[in-house]
């Protein structure tokens, strides 16, 4: 039994240490993607200059749906994440202060915010 495990052991330790291998490279939709969080099938990506939110398809990398972020004011959106069918912006000031995230729907919908400092 001890065998079984150590020749197990050994097999994952090797497939764990093999060189990662890149499936498929896709073009970004803008120039500052800053943003990238999956869900839904979908890739959603925030690009910080246009702070615009983009729906993409994970395997052509075509944009299905996109959306201004116009809640932040002020704050510079630098992230997103995908959860529970919504869709987070994170937002700052550029001294990395009063943070908030900010949450849509997957139809771009603005839904609520709340404080990301402790």
């Given at each position: 039994m001890k065998a079984i495990l150590l020749i197990l052991l050994s097999a994952s330790l090797a497939y764990s240490l093999?060189?990662?291998v890149v499936d498929r490279t896709l073009?970004?939709?803008?120039?500052?993607?800053t943003g990238l969080g999956f869900g839904d099938g979908s890739l959603w990506a925030l690009d910080k200059l246009s702070e615009t939110v983009y729906r993409l398809d994970p395997?052509?990398?075509a944009v299905s749906l996109s959306w201004v972020v116009t809640q932040t004011g002020t704050k510079i959106p630098t992230g997103c994440t995908?959860?529970?069918?919504?869709?987070?912006?994170?937002?700052?000031?550029?001294?990395?202060?009063?943070?908030?995230?900010?949450r849509y729907n997957t139809g771009g919908s603005y839904m609520?915010?709340?404080?990301?400092?402790?």
């Open positions: 093999a060189e990662p073009d970004a939709p803008d120039g500052n993607i395997v052509s990398g995908f959860l529970n069918n919504y869709v987070y912006v994170c937002a700052g000031t550029s001294t990395g202060t009063a943070a908030y995230g900010y609520s915010y709340f404080s990301l400092d402790c």
